[in-house]
């Protein structure tokens, strides 16, 4: 190999859209160049170690090496880091990991073994995430398109939707959540009907709860 260079991000510089900053490796080799872009965090650590250990850099091979056993090492990292915080989907994370810079390969590797030893549980996240949203009030629909949003299918998961809904129960919290909104008397019941179901509740519900609402009220 001839050469290689790092091209780390100005400070400060912005971001294309929702994507983050990514360092540039260049390798020129024979007269050809060829340029990867890798995450920051991957960059700096494998400026560390060439300057610590110039020999990694011998060849295009063990470079590669190198900056693939640290991209593995930094993905799982950044990962745990985040969990940390709160959990995840596996589809959540491989978005955020994706956004980092991370190569999908070893992503999907990350969450392999990561869903293997529990770290990454979809029908838990799930779970955690209903049982949250349905006690802020929010309806079945609007937790299904959440989760779907989040790379989950609430159809397959046990127990959907009778383990967190029945009617009469939805019926009660979409009432109580519309009772305390004030609804003008111009055209009330439709208006009831679009907040309800803006909640994320059947269209059943919707017009029960507008029923009531709009009797209560004469």
């Known amino acids: 190999m001839e050469s290689w260079e790092l091209n780390l991000p100005k400070r400060g510089e912005a971001r294309l859209g929702a994507r983050k900053p990514r360092a540039e490796l260049v390798l020129s080799e024979e007269g050809s160049e060829r340029k990867l872009s890798i995450p920051v965090s991957v960059a700096k650590r494998l400026k560390g170690i060439s300057e610590e250990r110039p020999w990694v850099a011998d060849s295009a091979r063990s470079l590669m090496e190198v900056e693939r056993d640290l991209e593995k090492r930094c ?50 996240y799930a779970d955690a995430f209903i049982r949250s949203k349905v006690a802020s009030g929010w309806g079945e629909r609007k937790v ?44 009330r019941f439709s208006k009831v009907v679009r907040f309800v179901m803006g909640r994320g509740f059947s269209g059943t519900v919707a017009y029960d709860v507008a029923h009531r609402i709009c009797d209560d009220a004469e």
Not at 76 to 89: F, G, H, I, P, V
Not at 98 to 115: K, M, T
């Open 75 to 124: 993905c799982s990292e950044r990962a745990e880091a985040l969990l940390n915080r709160r959990d995840y989907s596996s589809a959540e994370m491989r978005s955020k990991l994706l956004d980092d810079g991370f190569y999908g390969p070893v992503i999907d590797e990350y969450l392999r073994r990561a869903s293997e030893v529990g770290l990454l549980d979809d029908t838990r």
């Open 144 to 187: 299904s398109a959440a989760l779907r949003a989040r790379g989950i299918d609430a159809s397959t998961l046990d127990g959907w939707p009778y383990e967190y809904f029945d009617e009469g129960t939805e019926f009660e919290r979409a009432f109580e959540i519309a009772s305390r909104k004030s609804f003008s008397e111009r055209n």
